[in-house]
């Protein structure tokens, strides 16, 4: 399961900072944010009128709460597909306004200004992908089947294919998620990820993740982790497993405005487009 984990030594960490905003505070990476200007990168605050879980909500208060979101932070598009914790990642940049949900996937690419990719979390790892070179982005949502079925892999592929991306220059931040400590699992768990296959153990998916993008040729020195866990830290997330099973979702975030114009880019109303 440790395979290049040992390069990352320069890894850095960070602790997502606080932004009280209403209707929605966030958690924020502040260093994608400084160093790329129009880049808005982070996860909401786990809140009862903040649970942006699909199942757990009607349609009309996920779709209103995803464009208060988008409205709130600034952007007049927003994308959100229904994930089944598989490795599909689509494109989902050719809406100018309003919500799309381009069917069952669990990543999302954007090459465009404008366009707010979310996935929801609580406990699985939002992975963020940045290439400021192409001004293009991947989020993904990688639980345990995700990431070790490839979801990464997937992410940093589509992003060439569709926009050119190179791995040597993407830049890639793994969220607030379950730490190794907290997640114990079975020995299929720990068996797809290489591991032993005779007992149950624990399992650190950022750990796992990070081990996978540097074999993707994405260097160390742009690659970072967040120092927050789920479950250690259910006051500010949520967390399915520390919650067993009663937690809501987070939305985590990733999008692109026109530094420029910066929030002047009106609400994420008009068109509803579903597959």
């Known amino acids: 399961m440790t395979t290049v984990r040992a390069a990352s030594a320069a890894l850095a960490e960070e602790s997502e900072r606080r932004h009280p905003e209403e209707p929605f505070p966030q958690y924020r990476l502040r260093s994608w944010e400084a160093a790329f200007p129009g880049v808005i990168c982070g996860v909401t605050e786990a809140r009862e009128d903040a649970d942006f879980g699909a199942s757990g909500n009607s349609a009309w208060t996920f779709l209103e709460r995803v464009e208060g979101l988008s409205s709130q932070l600034g952007f007049p598009a927003a994308a959100w597909a229904r994930q089944v914790h598989g490795v599909e990642v689509r494109r989902a940049d050719d809406v100018p306004e309003g919500f799309t949900s381009p069917g069952e996937a669990d990543g999302l690419l954007a090459g465009r200004v404008g366009a707010l990719l979310i996935v929801t979390v609580a406990d699985c790892v939002p992975v963020y992908i940045l290439d400021p070179k192409r001004s293009a982005m991947a989020l993904l949502h990688a639980g345990w089947r995700g990431a070790s079925a490839g979801i990464l892999r997937r992410g940093v ?54 081990d996978q993008a540097l074999a993707l040729d994405v260097p160390g020195g742009q ?19 520390g919650s067993q099973g009663a ?17 002047a880019r009106g609400p ?7 597959p």
């Open 157 to 210: 592929e589509a992003l060439g294919a569709e926009y050119g991306c190179r791995p040597q220059d993407l830049h890639v931040h793994l969220g607030p998620a379950i730490c190794g400590r907290c997640y114990e699992v079975g020995r299929e768990v720990l068996a797809s990820f290489g591991g032993a296959t005779g007992e149950a153990g624990r399992l650190d998916l950022r750990d796992e993740l990070l």
């Open 223 to 241: 690659i970072s982790r967040s120092t927050w866990c789920t479950s250690c830290d259910r006051d500010r997330f949520h967390s399915h497993r």
């Open 247 to 263: 937690a809501g979702r987070m939305a985590a975030f990733l999008g692109w405005r026109d530094p420029v114009d910066g929030s």
């Open 268 to 274: 994420a109303g008009g068109q509803i487009r579903l």
